[in-house]
């Protein structure tokens, strides 16, 4: 008798029982990584409704902290999953791409009302993109094995962060002028064009997979200063660390370069050491015979 296979999509059938698979801890984890993240973004969202800038740069910080470490937690669990990749994705969307372009917009682009939205606006819709060609991306074979080091457009968590730049130097106590609200769309804009431009960054993908046994000591108290620093000064630290971002955008760029040419290079040496040899022209069976005198060249006395 032929056994029959039923779809899933057909109606529960009586004597028939569903069977979940279990999932693993590690696979959870990282997951709940990011949806607390998402929760930030989200509170962001809030905190700019209700004036509260600086608990919503607050939380944009906080999301881009988890953010920078739910990937790192998935992978020392083996806990990646796709799933885990599509809901990091969209909750980076939120995070960096929907929540500081309505910060930005609450905080001052209203001025310029409807400019201003489309400004905000755009930011948001520059990062889904950036987002959805990294996720395209990633999946490339054709990479070479150096590309790791480098974002294709500014990242979106770096994106964020810098975008906000206008606020943080406010709360340093530099008063808002009457050119402040189209120097901010301006700038927002050009952050937003970084993000899905063809401009490599520096991923800094490679750092931080092994520390020496006599550094760990240092590098944790650099992690303690560092963050006892951020929340003492935090608008210092945020518009200083923002600045030098910026500054270091043009040395990826030399970086990368020098990667092609050495690439270009090894290839061309590569196929001239495979070329096969050319042969030297074969010679004449039969010299050509002397000219005539008459024919001949007069030597000059």
């Not at 004597?15 to 973004?41: E, K, Y």
């Not at 997979?209 to 240092?218: G, L």
């Not at 608008?235 to 020098?258: D, N």
Request: aromatic share 10%; glycine share 6%; hydrophobic share 50%.
């Amino acid at each position: 008798m032929r056994k029959r296979y039923f779809s899933p999509f057909e109606p529960d059938r009586p004597g028939l029982r569903r069977r979940f698979r279990t999932i693993p801890v590690r696979t959870l984890l990282p997951n709940l990584i990011t949806l607390l993240a998402l929760c930030a973004g989200l509170t962001a969202i809030r905190f700019a409704v209700e004036g509260r800038l600086d608990l919503a740069l607050g939380a944009i910080v906080f999301a881009a902290a988890l953010d920078g470490i739910d990937g790192r937690v998935a992978r020392m669990l083996k806990g990646t999953s796709r799933f885990g990749a599509e809901l990091d994705s969209l909750a980076d969307f939120v995070n960096f791409g929907v929540a500081p372009g309505i910060i930005l917009y609450f905080w001052d682009l209203h001025e310029l009302k409807s400019a201003g939205w489309i400004a905000a606006m755009g930011f948001a819709i520059c990062a889904g993109l950036r987002l959805a060609r990294f996720n395209v991306m990633i999946d490339d074979p054709n990479r070479p094995s150096w590309a790791g080091n480098f974002f294709t457009g500014v990242p979106a968590p770096a994106g964020a962060i810098t975008v906000l730049l206008p606020i943080y130097i406010e709360f340093l106590g530099v008063p808002k002028l009457v050119v402040t609200a189209p120097m901010t769309l301006i700038y927002t804009v050009a952050i937003a064009f970084l993000m899905v431009s063809k401009l490599p960054v520096y991923s800094g993908k490679r750092i931080g997979h092994r520390v020496p046994p006599d550094m760990v000591v240092p590098v944790l108290l650099f992690v303690v200063l560092f963050l006892v620093v951020l929340v003492t000064y935090p608008w210092a630290v945020l518009t200083i660390g923002t600045l030098c971002y910026l500054a270091i955008l043009p040395f990826g760029w030399l970086s990368y370069r020098e990667y092609v040419r050495k690439d270009a290079e090894a290839a061309a040496a590569a196929a001239q050491a495979f070329a096969p040899p050319q042969s030297a022209p074969a010679p004449d069976e039969h010299p050509p015979l002397p000219a005539p005198d008459d024919e001949r060249p007069a030597r000059l006395n």
